[in-house]
């Protein structure tokens, strides 16, 4: 006797909530780099996508660095489920379409400012935890790939030895956790105008501490432990008091995505911060597709950012063709800066190159002409 489709649907839900909690897929890195002494760096050239670079700081950086960069909210089923989403939506590729010029199409306006691609370094804590020089590699190495760094509020190095190490010319954008005390506020905002960066990245998504069981087992845990009082008024207070653009950064609901338009927010940043503050939030790409579904002119009204999973150029297309302007990778080119310099610049170049071929493969002539056409998101079960 033949089981209908929904009859099956339970096993394969059980199926896939049973399966093993992986970093990264089996693609052949462990029959390839397995042998790998521990503490030592595998030549960077053996480095052939970003989830490598997760293996290699697994195994190269001590325990409780490498937990900090890692750590998720509780169970980090938030976590888990940034990566997962990705793969519930499917691509609906075109044929027989020119594709040749598909790289000369990555150049991308953040805010005004010029970059070569459509994704840039999100704001990460404490980058001296994988390598000595701290911020200066993930500063470096967005130079010389020309794109965008987010310098975490958090940072290892002081914001004047970051801004030191910038090339002529170079932009920056600040990221920033708000003081309940606004004259303390006013104070960053000033610094921040004061260093040179061009734009506040305002994290709005930490209102408490997170929930981080991994971080606390290794004394690892979060940056920013306050509970903070932040509203919308606020937000408004704080754009009246400084020249640079601020951007909220941890939107999360298509609600907060209106309300952000309607104050005139200049760009909104999607992201549940990791999976690393409130486990069983909804990953980036649902937001997107939240937003989509129910109020589509946001991604007309303002610059659309997302960060959180992804990890492939077909993670990137997916975001791009809900309207999102450029995405943002955190924990890959943590890991990266592992090599320093020369490991984000790595890190970028792979990107953008799985970015334009997957494109082309996908039937995408010119990425800014990428649109809903180009995915389906309906309820797909095996991966649920």
């Given at each position: 006797m033949r089981l209908s489709t929904v009859a099956l649907l339970p096993l394969f839900r059980a199926a896939f909530a049973a399966r093993p909690f992986l970093n990264e897929p089996d693609t052949g890195i462990e029959d390839v780099l397995g042998n790998t002494p521990k503490g030592t760096l595998p030549n960077l050239t053996s480095i052939v996508g970003l989830p490598d670079f997760d293996y290699v700081a697994r195994h190269y950086m001590n325990l409780s660095g490498y937990s900090y960069y890692r750590n998720g909210a509780a169970g980090e089923w938030s976590y888990r489920n940034n990566l997962e989403a990705f793969h519930r939506i499917r691509l609906?590729?075109?044929?027989?379409?020119d594709i040749t010029n598909i790289e000369s199409s990555l150049p991308t306006k953040i805010l005004g400012h010029n970059f070569s691609a459509p994704f840039f370094i999100s704001p990460c804590a404490r980058a001296g935890y994988g390598n000595a020089e701290g911020e200066k590699g993930l500063v470096r190495g967005a130079s010389q790939g020309n794109i965008l760094y987010m310098v975490s509020d958090f940072s290892s190095l002081s914001k004047p030895e970051i801004q030191a190490a910038k090339t002529s010319g170079q932009v920056l954008f600040q990221q920033?956790?708000?003081?309940?005390?606004?004259?303390?506020?006013?104070?960053?905002?000033?610094?921040?105008?004061?260093?040179?960066?061009?734009?506040?990245?305002?994290?709005?998504?930490?209102?408490?501490?997170?929930?981080?069981?991994?971080?606390?087992?290794?004394?690892?845990?979060?940056?920013?432990?306050e509970y903070t009082y932040f509203t919308w008024d606020y937000y408004n207070q704080m754009r009246n008091s400084t020249r640079l653009p601020i951007i909220p950064k941890g939107i999360m609901s298509v609600e907060d995505a209106v309300k952000a338009v309607e104050v005139g927010a200049p760009a909104i940043y999607l992201s549940n911060h990791g999976g690393r503050q409130l486990d069983g939030a909804p990953s980036p790409l649902e937001i997107a597709l939240e937003i989509y579904e129910q109020a589509p002119y946001v991604f007309n009204r303002t610059e659309v950012y997302a960060d959180g999973g992804v990890r492939y150029g077909a993670d990137a297309l997916k975001l791009l063709a809900l309207g999102v302007k450029a995405v943002g990778l955190g924990r890959p080119f943590m890991y990266a800066n592992i090599y320093g310099d020369k490991g984000v610049k790595h890190a970028i170049d792979l990107m953008k190159r799985e970015v334009a071929i997957d494109a082309a493969n996908l039937g995408v002539g010119d990425l800014k002409k990428i649109s809903p056409t180009y995915i389906d998101y309906r309820p797909n079960y095996w991966y649920s």
């Amino acid at each position: 006797m033949r089981l209908s489709t929904v009859a099956l649907l339970p096993l394969f839900r059980a199926a896939f909530a049973a399966r093993p909690f992986l970093n990264e897929p089996d693609t052949g890195i462990e029959d390839v780099l397995g042998n790998t002494p521990k503490g030592t760096l595998p030549n960077l050239t053996s480095i052939v996508g970003l989830p490598d670079f997760d293996y290699v700081a697994r195994h190269y950086m001590n325990l409780s660095g490498y937990s900090y960069y890692r750590n998720g909210a509780a169970g980090e089923w938030s976590y888990r489920n940034n990566l997962e989403a990705f793969h519930r939506i499917r691509l609906r590729p075109r044929v027989l379409v020119d594709i040749t010029n598909i790289e000369s199409s990555l150049p991308t306006k953040i805010l005004g400012h010029n970059f070569s691609a459509p994704f840039f370094i999100s704001p990460c804590a404490r980058a001296g935890y994988g390598n000595a020089e701290g911020e200066k590699g993930l500063v470096r190495g967005a130079s010389q790939g020309n794109i965008l760094y987010m310098v975490s509020d958090f940072s290892s190095l002081s914001k004047p030895e970051i801004q030191a190490a910038k090339t002529s010319g170079q932009v920056l954008f600040q990221q920033l956790y708000v003081a309940s005390n606004f004259t303390e506020t006013q104070r960053q905002l000033d610094q921040a105008a004061a260093a040179g960066f061009a734009a506040i990245v305002l994290t709005v998504d930490s209102a408490a501490d997170g929930n981080r069981h991994r971080a606390v087992r290794f004394g690892v845990g979060s940056a920013d432990s306050e509970y903070t009082y932040f509203t919308w008024d606020y937000y408004n207070q704080m754009r009246n008091s400084t020249r640079l653009p601020i951007i909220p950064k941890g939107i999360m609901s298509v609600e907060d995505a209106v309300k952000a338009v309607e104050v005139g927010a200049p760009a909104i940043y999607l992201s549940n911060h990791g999976g690393r503050q409130l486990d069983g939030a909804p990953s980036p790409l649902e937001i997107a597709l939240e937003i989509y579904e129910q109020a589509p002119y946001v991604f007309n009204r303002t610059e659309v950012y997302a960060d959180g999973g992804v990890r492939y150029g077909a993670d990137a297309l997916k975001l791009l063709a809900l309207g999102v302007k450029a995405v943002g990778l955190g924990r890959p080119f943590m890991y990266a800066n592992i090599y320093g310099d020369k490991g984000v610049k790595h890190a970028i170049d792979l990107m953008k190159r799985e970015v334009a071929i997957d494109a082309a493969n996908l039937g995408v002539g010119d990425l800014k002409k990428i649109s809903p056409t180009y995915i389906d998101y309906r309820p797909n079960y095996w991966y649920s």
